[in-house]
């Protein structure tokens, strides 16, 4: 394809995808108007916001993303103030004019040298008490390390820089849990293509049919899908294929042991090393859709790993159940999972976050009494006097979340199989439409994403998806 000819093909999917928004924009008007309509005959068109024992105000990352939503939501409902921040390229994100949200602010993208100082000025000016970052895997750093200023004004929900440089790193975080005597694969960090050829070839012959992959240490938006066995046939053709990645000593790889079995995901609301939330759901490589399930072993490697490294911040996990029945976990993501719209009490979950003072207070008690504590039975009061059992978890049953135009998208381009989607439909709810709240969902489609595809057909760019969950187009080098 001629250099010419990629731009144009690429304007007019753009142009295509901008056009199908454009005609459900009646539909999805219609469909938010009905469900304020019933939101006010069920009582839910009234703020049905709980006065908190000590408001705070609560700033929140990464504005853009239906899990930076659930929380201003969650936060607001339990008595709290919202501030939430985007970069100028999401200045259009729908979440603004949430009316859970008390004001939005731009400030400068993660990998500038002016992130943090943009953070400060927005603490100073809207009085922050707490940061949680609602972090995109490029901003987890800048985040951790945006701390380093903020702590002497705030409260952050976020681990240190150097753990969480630690737990991102892929080959790191597989050394830890093994340090901890948790099961992970088999992992070995490269630093070049020729290094990867020979680690592979050099496993072949240690553990003959044992298959390998090939991950980048750094988030890449597109080769994370690419879960090509190695080694190849040959060693040419294992040479063939490596030569195609862009391994050197800045951007190291692993070659990981490839893990046969059931993939889960984890969100996980961690203090001190106790679990205060917690999510469990069966996983894929690109999934919209989260329903809650239930497994002890995820749980038991999850919590066995918080408790050991006693770090506070958002946690969410990868792991695979081998056919053995083993867990084994894959990588540690810091920062929230999007599977923590399934917990939908506010204030237990704005609980979750900001409540702080009993640990320490339960831990002297514990210390004097001569007991251990029992991770998995946490209970203790909140601010509001409640009691409550830490963590909180979605019941198993409730309702799945997904995302309404995602689904629909999937019966229309393949109808023969569109009985799961149209199941989840009738069993689920939309992550974003909210009938207390419902402006947001009408925005994503037809101001937030339109904005993003208006400026990638002005530029040509190329795009891979249109994703509502994150709020933004997947591309190549994407953040």
């Known amino acids: 394809m001629s250099p010419e000819a990629a731009p144009r093909g690429s304007r007019i999917r753009t142009a295509a995808v901008l056009g199908l928004l454009a005609l459900a924009a009646p539909l999805d008007l219609a469909l938010v108007g009905a469900a304020s309509v019933a939101g006010r005959v069920r009582g839910a068109g009234t703020d049905h916001t709980r ?62 040298p002016g992130y943090a100082a943009s953070l400060l000025r927005v603490v100073e000016a809207e009085g922050v008490d707490v940061v949680v970052p609602v972090c995109a895997p490029a901003s987890s750093i800048p985040d951790a390390e945006a701390r ?117 995901c984890t969100h996980g609301t961690v203090r001190e090393g106790r679990l205060r939330a917690y999510v469990c759901c069966r996983s894929s490589a690109f999934q919209l859709s989260y329903e809650a399930v239930e497994h002890p072993g995820v749980r038991d490697w999850v919590e066995r790993f918080v408790a050991a490294t006693d770090l506070t911040g958002q946690l969410s996990f990868d792991l695979m159940e081998r056919p053995d029945g083993t867990v084994v976990g894959i990588e540690c993501n810091p920062r929230p999972h999007s599977a923590v719209t399934l917990l939908r009490e506010p204030r237990a979950l704005a609980a979750a976050y900001l409540d702080q003072g009993h640990d320490q207070e339960r831990d002297q008690e514990r210390d004097q009494g001569g007991q251990e504590h029992d991770q998995g039975h946490d209970q203790e009061r ?91 187009l997947v591309a190549p080098a994407g953040d």
């Open 51 to 112: 006065q908190a024992a000590r408001r705070r105000t609560v700033l929140l990352t990464g504005g853009k993303m239906t899990k930076a939503l659930h929380l201003a939501r969650a936060f607001h409902r339990a008595g709290h103030r919202v501030v939430l921040v985007e970069t100028p390229s999401y200045r259009w994100t729908a979440h603004r004019f949430s009316r859970c949200v008390d004001a939005f602010h731009l400030v400068e993208p993660p990998d500038s």
């Open 148 to 264: 380093a200023l903020l702590d002497e004004h705030c409260e952050v929900v976020h681990p240190h820089a150097d753990d969480v440089r630690r737990v991102d790193d892929k080959a790191a975080f597989a050394a830890l849990a093994a340090e901890l005597g948790l099961a992970v694969p088999d992992t070995h960090r490269v630093a070049s293509r020729a290094e990867a050829v020979e680690v592979v070839d050099s496993l072949a012959r240690s553990a003959p049919g044992v298959r390998y992959v090939l991950k980048s240490i750094v988030y890449d938006p597109v080769r994370r899908l690419d879960l090509t066995p190695l080694p190849r046939p040959t060693r040419a053709e294992t040479e063939t294929f490596v030569a195609g990645l862009p391994i050197d000593a800045e951007h190291p790889w692993i070659v990981q042991e490839w893990v046969a079995g059931t993939e889960f």
């Open 382 to 472: 909140d601010q509001g006097g409640q009691e409550r059992a830490w963590p909180i978890e979605p019941a198993l049953g409730d309702r799945p979340t997904y995302w309404l135009h995602h689904e629909i998208w999937q019966v229309l381009r393949h109808p023969r199989s569109a009985g799961p989607h149209l199941r989840l439909l009738r069993r689920g709810r939309d992550a974003v439409l909210d009938a207390h709240d419902p402006w947001p969902f009408w925005l994503l489609y037809h101001l937030q994403l339109p904005s993003l595809l208006v400026d990638a057909w002005r530029r040509g760019r190329p795009w891979l998806r249109l994703d509502p969950n994150i709020g933004k």
